[in-house]
C-alpha cells in the first residue's frame, strides 16, 4: 500500500522503496497512532476537530507533519490540520524554506512572524540559557494562533527522547519527577496540548526525515550554547544506551508503570491510612497455589 504514487500523500513522494525504509514509516505511524488512541487525542462529539500542527524546519516537527497526514490520507485520523511555522525573528534564518515547501507539498499552513528572538537576547543575562524565555513567548504565540485559526489543540514534535531528557532533568536540577505529558489542557482551559510522537524515538525521526531528504532547518538559538543542562543530560542517556542497547526504551516503559505506593509522595497515596490486617479487618493476604497465604503487595 505504500509503494503506488497514486495512493499517498504529496509528503511522503519519493519516498525510499527499500524495505529498511518501510520498516521504519510503518513503526513511525504505528507508535503514532498508539499514542494518539491510548491517551485519547481524538475528542468526541460532532464537530470535527482541528490541530494547529508546529513546524519549526526541524527532523522531529516535518516527521509529525508527515505522519500526521499519513494518518488523515488513510481515515485513522478524523481531525483538520493546519501547519503553522512561528519565525521569530532570528539572524539568518531561511524564511522561504518552509512556505515554499508546504505549498510544494500542498499542506494547508500559516506562517506567522513574530520578532521573539530579539526579547530573549534582551531579557536573558550572559550566560544563562535562552530555553525557557523562548519557550514560553513561542507557546503564547502558538495558542494565540490556534485561537484564531478555530483549532482544538496545539500539536508538538517532542518525542520519546525529549520525554526522557526532562524527566531526567527534572529529577537531576528540579527535585520533581516530571516530563513532557502527551496531553495537557493549557492554563486558560481552551486549548489541548499534544505530542504524538511521544512513542517515537529520536533516532527513528532523524532517519526519516534525512530518508525523506525534507529541508531540515537548524535552530541556531540554544543550538549556539555550550553545557546546557538538556545537552548534558543526553550525553548521559547516549552512554548509558551505549553501554546497554534499549535501556532508553525501558525506562521510558517506566514512566507508562508508576506505583504510586512505592514511591514517598503522600498526596499521591494514603501512607498515613495505612493499617496492618487485624481480627476486626479483612485478611490482606491471598491465596497461593498450594494453600499458602501470600501478603498482597500494595
Not at 136 to 153: D, H, K
Not at 175 to 191: C, F, H, Q, S
Not at 251 to 263: G, V, Y
Request: hydrophobic share 40%; glycine share 8%; charged share 25%.
Amino acid at each position: 500500500m505504500f509503494d503506488e504514487p497514486d495512493d499517498i500523500h504529496p509528503l511522503f513522494h519519493g519516498a525510499p522503496s527499500s524495505t529498511e525504509f518501510k520498516k521504519l514509516r510503518k513503526r513511525i505511524v504505528r507508535a503514532t497512532r498508539e499514542a494518539v488512541e491510548q491517551y485519547g487525542m481524538i475528542e468526541p462529539g460532532a464537530q470535527r476537530p482541528k490541530w494547529l500542527v508546529c513546524l519549526s524546519g526541524g527532523k522531529d516537527s516535518y516527521t509529525l507533519l508527515a505522519v500526521l497526514h499519513e494518518l488523515k490520507w488513510r481515515g485513522l485520523l478524523p481531525v483538520d490540520l493546519l501547519a503553522c511555522n512561528l519565525d521569530q525573528g532570528q539572524p539568518g534564518f531561511p524564511a522561504t524554506v518552509l512556505p515554499e515547501f508546504l505549498e510544494r507539498m500542498q499542506v494547508p499552513h500559516r506562517i506567522e512572524y513574530q520578532d521573539t528572538y530579539s526579547i530573549v537576547m534582551d531579557k536573558v543575562p550572559a550566560g544563562r540559557t535562552y530555553c525557557a524565555l523562548c519557550s514560553r513567548l513561542r507557546r503564547g504565540n502558538l495558542y494565540r494562533i490556534a485561537r484564531e485559526e478555530g483549532c482544538s489543540a496545539v500539536v508538538l514534535g517532542h518525542h520519546r527522547d525529549d520525554i526522557l531528557e526532562t524527566f531526567f532533568m527534572n529529577l537531576f536540577h528540579g527535585g520533581r519527577l516530571a516530563t513532557m505529558p502527551p496531553k495537557l489542557v493549557n492554563e486558560e482551559g481552551d486549548l489541548f496540548l499534544y505530542r504524538p510522537l511521544a512513542h517515537v524515538a529520536e533516532a527513528d525521526c532523524e532517519k526519516f526525515a534525512r530518508a525523506m531528504n525534507y529541508p531540515i532547518i537548524p535552530c541556531d538559538l540554544c543550538g549556539s550554547q555550550d553545557g546546557l543542562q538538556r545537552q548534558q543530560v543526553k550525553a548521559i542517556l547516549d552512554q548509558w544506551e551505549k553501554n546497554a542497547p534499549g535501556r532508553r526504551q525501558v525506562m521510558f516503559r517506566a514512566l507508562m508503570n508508576i506505583r504510586p505506593s512505592h514511591m514517598l509522595d503522600p498526596k499521591l497515596f494514603d501512607f498515613a491510612g495505612l493499617m496492618r490486617a487485624t481480627e476486626s479487618q479483612p485478611d490482606a493476604t491471598r491465596q497461593g497455589e498450594d494453600g499458602e497465604k501470600i501478603p498482597v503487595l500494595r
